[in-house]
């Protein structure tokens, strides 16, 4: 048990009181929760997934690292890593900022989100899944990007190929960014997965536009698209618009 004292929480009101470990945890329970989405998150995106038993050694910086509650939760998450306590969690973050600020910073296009294609989902035909092809957070060099996929035939004797894009983070196809819509016709009638569509996605270091190359090998016809969609994105007046508004705002700070 702990005893609080806050001086002036209110006007001429100070707080005295005390509170057992149980009941603190118990009133930050559902925040500290919440702790495990971006951790999860993290490890997902970091070259293209990352499992938490490949993590050595988690370092707790920041001062709420400090709370044993936070820490049950990092060795739930880790099972077989350390939790390093061996540094001040609050000059870490102060180091850290440090060095880096010292150092030339190379800065490196990623893709900000996964760019994905739709794949059938046999429980719910509704709701197809979003297959990721090029990751989030997958740099960008001066070359592109470029990433080969294989995918086949959903339905038996199916004669056209729809391939949609998107661009998101969500399960199903319909929650994420569409890009666009293409179609392959003619392919052979053979049953369900017997039909290879090999699909090729680029981004260009340059200009960041993709563009989508899928072939059939079966019968080696061809695809090719760029894609060139700014659905749901802010236009070139949207965004000076909200340059022009934050200096306003910086000036009359």
């Not at 999860?40 to 707790?60: C, W």
């Not at 059939?216 to 618009?241: C, F, H, P, W, Y």
Request: proline share 5%; glycine share 6%; aromatic share 4%.
């Amino acid at each position: 048990e702990s005893e609080i004292c806050v001086e002036d929480i209110l006007e001429d009101v100070s707080l005295e009181s005390s509170m057992t470990r149980d009941g603190f945890n118990s009133i930050v329970g559902d925040i500290l929760d919440k702790l495990r989405i971006p951790v999860e998150r993290a490890l997902h995106k970091v070259h293209g997934g990352m499992d938490p038993r490949d993590i050595d050694q988690v370092l707790l910086v920041g001062g709420s690292s400090r709370i044993p509650k936070v820490q049950e939760i990092l060795q739930d998450m880790f099972p077989g890593s350390e939790l390093c306590r061996r540094i001040n969690p609050d000059e870490a973050i102060v180091i850290g900022a440090a060095i880096e600020a010292s150092r030339a910073v190379d800065l490196v296009d990623v893709v900000p989100r996964p760019l994905c294609i739709a794949t059938a989902n046999h429980k719910d035909r509704s709701r197809s899944f979003a297959t990721p092809v090029i990751a989030a957070c997958t740099p960008i060099p001066p070359t592109g990007v470029e990433v080969t996929e294989c995918f086949a035939n959903s339905r038996d004797n199916q004669e056209t190929i729809t391939v949609r894009l998107c661009e998101g983070e969500a399960e199903f196809f319909d929650d994420n960014l569409r890009l666009g819509v293409f179609e392959i016709s003619d392919i052979p009638k053979r049953p369900r997965g017997q039909v290879t569509i090999k699909v090729t996605m680029k981004v260009d270091g340059k200009d960041g536009i993709m563009s989508v190359f899928a072939v059939v090998e079966q019968t080696g016809q061809e695809l090719n698209v760029t894609v060139t969609s700014n659905k749901g994105r802010m236009t070139d007046a949207e965004i000076q618009s909200k340059r022009d508004e934050c200096a306003k705002f910086e000036q009359a700070a």
